[in-house]
């Protein structure tokens, strides 16, 4: 069914995996790990320190921000 369709940042997960080979888990510790920090800060992080792209590194820092209450 269209519903059970994974919408926003979750979306973007598989590919992720796919494109930088690591599981999920290990991208949310990292951001983790450098908090407290903005979440432009740990976008940017991921993208100079990791060579991601903005969309992917937005999706992580947003997922976990959001599973932090933050």
Do not use: C
């Not at 080979?21 to 450098?34: D, F, Q, S």
């Not at 908090?35 to 320190?49: T, W």
């Amino acid at each position: 069914m269209a519903d059970d369709k994974i919408k926003g940042p979750a979306s973007y997960f598989p590919s992720i995996e796919k494109t930088y080979g690591r599981p999920i888990a290990e991208w949310k510790a990292l951001v983790r790990g450098r908090m407290p920090a903005r979440h432009m800060e740990l976008v940017a992080m991921l993208k100079a320190d990791h060579g991601m792209g903005h969309g992917h590194a937005n999706a992580i820092v947003a997922h976990t921000l959001a599973e932090q209450g933050e």
